[in-house]
């Protein structure tokens, strides 16, 4: 029998980018600790990834492919970009705001820049698309880095001046702003198991860091609304989900209890009252067998080897219902080059969140990423995450057959459980 799972009217249907992964040119911290390690991971790439991946993706052990450059030149293509997405019925976008190019010398502004980013809000508007800004997605001007970075005791006060900045300047056009993007990400990236810049390892560091990110995103969020009282401001947040590997077991039930304190509530706590809406960024499930985390094996899994789950969604926006907030979906998605997969884990992740509404929660969108294929910060360009393929060499875009299925739910504003079963794809590994 054919069921079609509706969702609420005004639902925002959409994709997320962000500045330094397609824009290109970028010049931060990042692009240049890019072509400091470039090498490193290159060489790392060898050992880390399992022989299937780099069998299937050779790329990986090439210097070139950490190394962002143009990425997918979509500062210069945006507009080609949109009409792409509002083809695909696209009624929202998620993009990010690059800092460095806005504030590129201490307390020196670029109204230049301020202007791009005025023609990506309006080439958004034009073409019926909500913008939701993003002020940070992990990058820093150079001249924040030389003083410290995050770490800074100055960082605060910086991105606070600079989030009052663009809210002057682009306020009157955008309604829904999201400070900071995934801050405990970074937190593990960069200071708990080093892997990114500055690549520190240091307990002590990584509780700080909790509290400067939330005091920075409260300091932007009481900038914002002495703007505009009626802006809608959050920030992007990773949630997990996990579970024991045996049931009242206690060791087991102890990593989870902390893997979601420290992953999934933490931010929330610090951040409560400042906070419009709730944002869920969801790729990833976790199973704790005391003293680490366990593979599913029957799961399948991503080009990356992540493992699929789409019931963890359901679980984090159930968890999430009880601030009484909004939420938006505002990244996921999976690496998946050649598009077997994307298709049902659309439906599947849709389904799971459908069912959440279905039980109360005031989930208001839903934006998969990525628009594009971008650069993956640590791992390049081999990851393939976007509804679009680019051609790297011509820059060519490419709409992928899983972009025209989402398309149709888009247009719809529902899944057709009967639709996406014809297609006769499987999440089989």
């Given at each position: 029998m054919e069921k079609e799972l509706k969702f609420p009217e005004g639902f925002l249907w959409g994709a997320s980018t962000s500045a330094h992964q397609v824009e290109g040119g970028t010049k931060n911290q990042w692009s240049e600790w890019e072509k400091e390690n470039a090498g490193r991971l290159a060489e790392k790439a060898k050992t880390y990834w399992q022989p299937w991946q780099r069998e299937k993706f050779p790329e990986m052990l090439k210097p070139e492919n950490y190394i962002s450059g143009r990425a997918a030149d979509h500062y210069n293509r945006f507009e080609e970009d949109f009409d792409i997405a509002k083809s695909l019925n696209h009624n929202a976008h998620r993009f990010s705001i690059e800092w460095s190019r806005i504030e590129p010398e201490e307390g020196k502004f670029d109204e230049?820049?301020?202007?791009?980013?005025?023609?990506?809000?309006?080439?958004?508007?034009?073409?019926?698309?909500?913008?939701?800004?993003?002020?940070?997605?992990?990058?820093?001007?150079?001249?924040?880095?030389?003083?410290?970075?995050?770490?800074?005791?100055?960082?605060?006060?910086?991105?606070?001046?600079?989030?009052?900045?663009?809210?002057?300047?682009l306020g009157k056009e955008v309604k829904f702003w999201i400070t900071l993007n995934e801050p405990t990400t970074v937190?593990?990236?960069?200071?708990?198991?080093?892997?990114?810049?500055?690549?520190?390892?240091?307990?002590?560091?990584?509780?700080?860091?909790?509290?400067?990110?939330?005091?920075?995103?409260?300091?932007?969020?009481?900038?914002?609304?002495?703007?505009?009282?009626?802006?809608?401001?959050?920030?992007?947040?990773?949630?997990?989900?996990?579970?024991?590997?045996?049931?009242?077991?206690?060791?087991?039930?102890?990593m989870v209890w902390m893997g979601k304190y420290l992953t999934n509530r933490k931010m929330l706590s610090l951040t409560k009252g400042y906070n419009d809406f709730l944002t869920v960024q969801y790729y990833f499930h976790n199973r704790f067998k005391f003293p680490r985390k366990v593979r599913v094996d029957h799961l399948p899994v991503s080009d990356l080897n992540w493992e699929?789950?789409?019931?963890?969604?359901?679980?984090?926006?159930?968890?999430?219902?009880?601030?009484?907030?909004?939420?938006?979906?505002?990244e996921n998605g999976l690496a998946d080059a050649s598009?077997?997969?994307?298709?049902?884990?659309?439906?599947?992740?849709?389904?799971?969140?459908?069912?959440?509404?279905?039980?109360?929660?005031?989930?208001?969108?839903?934006?998969?990423?990525?628009?594009?294929?971008n650069f993956e910060w640590d791992k390049g360009f081999w990851p393939r995450f976007g509804l679009v393929g680019i051609d790297y060499a011509t820059?060519?875009?490419?709409?992928?057959?899983?972009?025209?299925?989402?398309?149709?739910?888009c247009r719809k504003n529902s899944i057709n459980l009967i639709e996406g079963k014809k297609s006769r794809k499987t999440l089989d590994r």
């Amino acid at each position: 029998m054919e069921k079609e799972l509706k969702f609420p009217e005004g639902f925002l249907w959409g994709a997320s980018t962000s500045a330094h992964q397609v824009e290109g040119g970028t010049k931060n911290q990042w692009s240049e600790w890019e072509k400091e390690n470039a090498g490193r991971l290159a060489e790392k790439a060898k050992t880390y990834w399992q022989p299937w991946q780099r069998e299937k993706f050779p790329e990986m052990l090439k210097p070139e492919n950490y190394i962002s450059g143009r990425a997918a030149d979509h500062y210069n293509r945006f507009e080609e970009d949109f009409d792409i997405a509002k083809s695909l019925n696209h009624n929202a976008h998620r993009f990010s705001i690059e800092w460095s190019r806005i504030e590129p010398e201490e307390g020196k502004f670029d109204e230049k820049e301020i202007e791009h980013y005025r023609c990506v809000i309006r080439a958004l508007r034009k073409r019926g698309m909500e913008p939701f800004v993003t002020l940070w997605h992990w990058t820093n001007p150079l001249w924040l880095e030389e003083k410290g970075g995050c770490e800074s005791k100055d960082f605060i006060f910086h991105f606070s001046r600079y989030s009052e900045y663009i809210a002057e300047k682009l306020g009157k056009e955008v309604k829904f702003w999201i400070t900071l993007n995934e801050p405990t990400t970074v937190i593990a990236g960069a200071y708990l198991i080093g892997a990114w810049p500055p690549q520190k390892r240091n307990l002590l560091v990584v509780w700080k860091m909790y509290r400067v990110f939330a005091r920075a995103h409260i300091e932007a969020y009481k900038k914002i609304h002495a703007i505009d009282s009626k802006a809608q401001v959050g920030f992007a947040n990773m949630l997990h989900s996990f579970e024991p590997y045996r049931r009242r077991w206690f060791l087991d039930e102890v990593m989870v209890w902390m893997g979601k304190y420290l992953t999934n509530r933490k931010m929330l706590s610090l951040t409560k009252g400042y906070n419009d809406f709730l944002t869920v960024q969801y790729y990833f499930h976790n199973r704790f067998k005391f003293p680490r985390k366990v593979r599913v094996d029957h799961l399948p899994v991503s080009d990356l080897n992540w493992e699929i789950y789409p019931h963890g969604i359901y679980r984090v926006i159930r968890k999430l219902k009880e601030h009484n907030l909004p939420i938006y979906v505002t990244e996921n998605g999976l690496a998946d080059a050649s598009d077997s997969k994307r298709e049902i884990f659309i439906r599947e992740h849709l389904k799971e969140i459908h069912q959440a509404i279905q039980e109360g929660a005031d989930v208001r969108g839903y934006f998969h990423w990525s628009l594009l294929d971008n650069f993956e910060w640590d791992k390049g360009f081999w990851p393939r995450f976007g509804l679009v393929g680019i051609d790297y060499a011509t820059m060519e875009r490419k709409v992928r057959e899983s972009a025209l299925f989402y398309a149709q739910i888009c247009r719809k504003n529902s899944i057709n459980l009967i639709e996406g079963k014809k297609s006769r794809k499987t999440l089989d590994r």
